[in-house]
């Protein structure tokens, strides 16, 4: 094989809570992830030697992009002999807390894995990933749906066949993770409990059930900062999503909803001052 193009999903976070600040700077999460169709696509070619990136967003566009870093470390990590040229189509938007550049690094090392037939054992594969960024293992992982522990390489998949329409909004700003995490005040008063939402997956219950255990940490501390975040969640509510929330540590917002017309006619409706919206849905 000479050439391999895969799609690289978001994610959006159906529940988040963070657990605790750790002694090496990390923080434990408590998480469920849901893999969405709105997806980058990256395009792989080998070379003889190094790696070549290009990415089609000019900001985006530089040799330290996540891409880029992730398919030098598994090319070193495998002990692949030879280069890969990596082009990097963006449609997930970034800074949005969709994991678009965690997606990306994970598709790009499976892209190079599968250009040279190279293979690597799980828990190898796993601290690769995690040496490149905290979500990466579980776009690694291929579960559709995953509680997620740890800073995020603890990946526990969990059935949830039902599928969703989603409508994802991407305000104008977005909200870097680290200035996220920033603004958390420790101890975190009233934790949330992730076991009521994930045991709700399990036993199939009505979406309406489940979304009633939506919930994300860092939403609060970004709607005190960015007035469109609340005013987001009210339009997608107001419009019927089953529920809202922002996705990650911001800043897109999404909201679910049970079927196709009503979450196109929301995206019809959606100001244009709220930012840009998204038809999708879940994988």
Request: charged residues 20%; positive net charge.
């Amino acid at each position: 094989m000479n050439r391999i193009i895969l799609r690289a999903p978001a994610k959006i976070n159906i529940f988040l809570e963070i657990e605790r600040r750790r002694p090496d700077g990390y923080h434990d999460i408590s998480s469920v992830f849901r893999l969405i169709e709105l997806s980058d696509e990256i395009a792989a070619e080998k070379i003889p030697s190094g790696v070549e990136f290009y990415c089609d967003e000019p900001l985006l566009n530089t040799p330290d992009n996540l891409a880029a870093k992730a398919a030098r470390a598994i090319i070193a990590a495998a002990g692949i002999k030879g280069g890969a040229r990596i082009k990097l189509s963006k449609k997930i938007p970034w800074a949005s807390g969709l994991g678009g550049a965690s997606s990306d690094a994970a598709t790009a090392i499976k892209a190079v894995l599968a250009l040279y037939n190279a293979r690597m054992d799980n828990a190898r594969l796993v601290e690769t990933g995690k040496a490149l960024g905290a979500d990466v293992p579980f776009f690694l992982s291929g579960a559709p749906t995953a509680a997620i522990s740890g800073i995020g390489e603890k990946i526990m998949p969990l059935s949830w066949p039902e599928n969703f329409y989603i409508v994802v909004v991407k305000p104008t700003f977005g909200i870097s993770t680290k200035e996220a995490y920033a603004r958390l005040v420790f101890p975190l008063t009233d934790r949330r409990q992730i076991d009521k939402m994930t045991a709700a997956i399990v036993a199939g219950k009505p979406p309406e059930d489940i979304a009633a255990e939506a919930f994300n940490r860092f939403e609060g501390i970004a709607s005190a900062a960015h007035p469109e975040i609340p005013a987001i969640k009210n339009f997608l509510l107001s419009s019927g999503a089953l529920c809202a929330l922002m996705s990650g540590s911001g800043s897109a917002v999404f909201g679910v909803f049970k079927d196709k017309a009503s979450a196109r006619k929301a995206v019809e409706a959606a100001p244009s001052e709220l930012g840009r919206a998204y038809l999708t849905g879940t994988l």
